[in-house]
């Protein structure tokens, strides 16, 4: 377990970064840290995440989500999506609290955030009084500033070039 944990957010309109937090939990696994994901605005869509399908294999790693099982945009969200937005959030809070995890991850929070789902003061609060020793990790599109300002390592993906644009949809085993 660290002495100091920090706080990261990946964050910007590139692929990447729920990737990155997944190989950072891996990394930590590695060293006998016990991991917590928490996926926001992800369901199971029918067909099932790769990182939900291998968390059984490692003990110390539990994924939680909190989605319905489509994609949340600010045109199609509605009170059900909020509802699944709060109760990952009650969770992730008594998580964080608990001592129980070296590194928690909350994936696409950022994204809840940005369409008013959860309250940043409420976020930022919960990150201020984290446990000294607790790494937490934030992604998701638009991040907030206030967080951005919090925290102590912050990673923009930018696209350059990606084979969406041209029609590719996404692959199992690369993208979900």
Same mark, same amino acid.
């Given at each position: 377990?660290?002495?100091?944990?920090?706080?990261?957010?990946?964050?910007?309109?590139?692929?990447?970064?729920?990737?990155?937090?997944l190989?950072?939990?891996?990394?930590?696994l590695?060293? $006998?840290?016990k991991? &917590?994901?928490?996926?926001?605005?992800? $369901?199971?869509?029918?067909?099932?995440?790769?990182?939900?399908?291998?968390?059984?294999?490692?003990?110390n790693?539990?994924?939680?989500?909190y989605?319905?099982?489509?994609?949340?945009?600010?045109?199609?969200?509605n009170?059900?999506?909020y +509802?699944?937005c +709060? /109760?990952g959030?009650?969770?992730?809070k008594?998580?964080i609290?608990?001592?129980?995890?070296? &590194?928690?991850?909350?994936?696409?929070?950022?994204?809840?955030?940005?369409?008013?789902?959860?309250k940043?003061?409420?976020?930022?609060?919960?990150?201020?009084? /984290? *446990? +000294?020793?607790?790494?937490?990790?934030l992604? $998701?599109?638009?991040? *907030?500033?206030?967080?951005?300002a919090?925290?102590? &390592?912050?990673?923009?993906m930018? *696209?350059? +070039?990606?084979y969406?644009d041209?029609?590719?949809?996404?692959?199992?085993?690369?993208e979900?």
């Amino acid at each position: 377990m660290l002495e100091n944990g920090y706080i990261q957010i990946y964050t910007g309109d590139g692929k990447g970064k729920t990737t990155a937090s997944l190989g950072l939990a891996f990394r930590a696994l590695g060293h $006998g840290w016990k991991v &917590l994901i928490i996926q926001f605005t992800k $369901g199971d869509k029918g067909t099932t995440y790769g990182e939900i399908a291998s968390s059984g294999r490692f003990a110390n790693l539990e994924v939680r989500q909190y989605g319905l099982d489509r994609v949340v945009y600010s045109h199609n969200m509605n009170m059900d999506d909020y +509802k699944e937005c +709060k /109760k990952g959030w009650e969770y992730a809070k008594q998580a964080i609290q608990s001592g129980e995890y070296g &590194l928690i991850i909350l994936d696409e929070i950022n994204i809840c955030l940005d369409m008013g789902m959860l309250k940043v003061s409420d976020v930022k609060n919960t990150l201020i009084n /984290k *446990p +000294k020793n607790l790494e937490i990790v934030l992604t $998701g599109r638009r991040a *907030p500033q206030e967080l951005v300002a919090l925290a102590h &390592l912050v990673t923009e993906m930018q *696209p350059i +070039k990606h084979y969406f644009d041209v029609g590719v949809m996404a692959r199992r085993g690369i993208e979900y």
